[in-house]
């Protein structure tokens, strides 16, 4: 869950094709929920608290992905 990943606050970390194996910006908040009755799956967010660091305020901004599945709809925030 990459709980020791923001313990130790490594920024430093360099990716390995496009993904940060370790670090910041390896550390995600995952939420999803399924049909009880059924066993699939309803919906799921994906956060990134630390996906980019302002060079100027050293603030990090972070963005979330979501999607929801009910019956025949299926709506999430990626675009095809």
Known sequence: DSTNEYIRGDEDVAP????????????LVLVGAYERRSGCPVLGVINEPFFRRDPLTRR?????HWGVCYGE????????
């Open 60 to 64: 990090w901004h972070g963005r979330y």
């Open 16 to 27: 390995e094709d496009g993904i940060y194996p370790a670090g910041l910006r390896s550390a």
């Open 73 to 80: 709809q299926r709506l999430c925030s990626l675009r095809a």
